[in-house]
T-cell receptor, first 113, second 115 residues
Framework: SQTIHQWPATLVQPVGSPLSLECTVE??????LYWYRQAAGRGLQLLFYSVGIGQISSEVPQNLSASRPQDRQFILSSKKLLLSDSGFYLC????????????FGPGTRLTVT | DQQVKQNSPSLSVQEGRISILNCDYTNSMFDYFLWYKKYPAEGPTFLIS?????DKNEDGRFTVFLNKSAKHLSLHIVPSQPGDSAVYFC??????????????FGTGTRLTIIP
């Protein structure tokens, strides 16, 4: 079964600083990959998804971007963080074409100060 | 546009009793439904799912019921245990043309099991 790694686990960054969150997946090939954000007291909001290397789809306009340089690596970035970027960021993977279930990593708690 | 709704933000249940978590959806194109459990500061874990061709799926203490005509599903946990205290998310999906099934999540229900 797949394992999803995310780092760092927690991050405190000042407004205007850059961001890079990394997600790597083990135990599966050619997965669909997803970035979600959970703001305080809110549900899970899909930010980006990718069906393959270099293929990124954005769900909502925002201050963030995503990249997939390798099959099992998904990166979430920002050039300049905003206070509203604070939240809990989750990476998820889905075995392409096999089922609907997505499996989540442990998440990164980002606080923008 | 909230296509998947969990109208109860919280629920408290006595240990040993049945917990019933509810979820409503508006998009009739959804054909697969999932429940996730989430502890604080952790990623959600998949619990149980159901296809729209079924009206019930059972896995141990967890049963999901689907009422397509009412666009409603529920998760039953029986008997409830203290370790079930968590936030539960309902999610829905529909088959996508390139095999990329996106999930639409509800806002979650915080379940507290009282010892």
């Amino acid at each position: 079964s797949q394992t999803i790694h995310q780092w760092p686990a927690t991050l405190v960054q000042p407004v205007g600083s850059p961001l890079s969150l990394e997600c790597t997946v083990e135990g599966t090939s050619n997965p669909n990959l997803y970035w979600y954000r959970q703001a305080a007291g809110r549900g899970l909001q899909l930010l980006f998804y990718s069906v393959g290397i270099g293929q990124i789809s954005s769900e909502v306009p925002q201050n963030l971007s995503a990249s997939r340089p390798q099959d099992r690596q998904f990166i979430l970035s920002s050039k300049k963080l905003l206070l509203s970027d604070s939240g809990f960021y989750l990476c998820a993977c889905q075995t392409s074409g096999a089922s609907y279930e997505q499996y989540f990593g442990p998440g990164t708690r980002l606080t923008v100060t | 546009d909230q296509q998947v709704k969990q109208n109860s933000p919280s629920l408290s249940v006595q240990e040993g009793r049945i917990s019933i978590l509810n979820c409503d959806y508006t998009n009739s194109m959804f054909d697969y439904f999932l429940w996730y459990k989430k502890y604080p500061a952790e990623g959600p874990t998949f619990l149980i799912s159901i296809s729209s061709i079924k009206d019930k799926n059972e896995d141990g203490r967890f049963t999901v019921f689907l009422n397509k005509s009412a666009k409603h599903l529920s998760l039953h946990i029986v008997p409830s245990q203290p370790g079930d205290s968590a936030v539960y998310f309902c999610a829905a999906s529909r088959r996508a043309p390139f095999g990329n099934e996106k999930l639409t999540f509800g806002t979650g229900t915080r379940l507290t099991i009282i010892p």
